[in-house]
């Protein structure tokens, strides 16, 4: 139980940062990454209704919501666990959906082009892990900022 405390004052500390770093270099990150990867199905607002969200068996969600779905608390592990592939979503298929492909998956070498500026992120070691989690926390801090009171 502790070790799961641990680990998620963690990931709350890495999104702080990530927050505070987005906005000294006044640039938003997780809205950007967001805008890559998720926006064509849940749109540029989150509300579910992307370019491609009637194209779709399942509707997307409205991602604003999240956190009033939830009693006011937003979901951070649920939404890592959907983003990171550890909790199975229907709209999202397998973990190597189209959409997504690799770009939240930790492998040895990435197949696609990676921003330098996760690479800083991710140390001197360059661990494609490292980048793949900035990316999730990033996703995650940007959604907890757009929910719904």
Not at 46 to 55: F, I, L
Not at 56 to 77: H, Q, W, Y
Request: glycine share 8%.
């Amino acid at each position: 139980m502790i070790k799961w405390g641990v680990k998620w004052l963690i990931v709350a500390s890495l999104s702080a940062g990530f927050a505070a770093a987005a906005q000294a270099e006044d640039f938003d990150i997780g809205k950007s990454e967001f805008q890559s990867s998720c926006a064509s199905c849940h749109g540029a607002d989150a509300k579910g209704k992307g370019p491609v969200s009637n194209q779709l068996k399942i509707s997307p969600p409205d991602l604003t919501l999240l956190a009033k779905s939830n009693n006011g608390v937003f979901p951070t592990e649920a939404v890592y666990e959907s983003i990171y592939g550890l909790k199975t979503t229907p709209t999202h298929g397998t973990r190597e959906m189209p959409i997504w492909g690799e770009r939240f998956n930790p492998i040895i070498k990435l197949p696609h082009y990676v921003d330098p500026s996760y690479w800083k992120m991710a140390g001197p070691e360059q661990n494609p892990e490292v980048v793949v989690r900035t990316r999730i926390f990033a996703v995650i801090d940007y959604l907890s900022r757009v929910q719904q009171k």
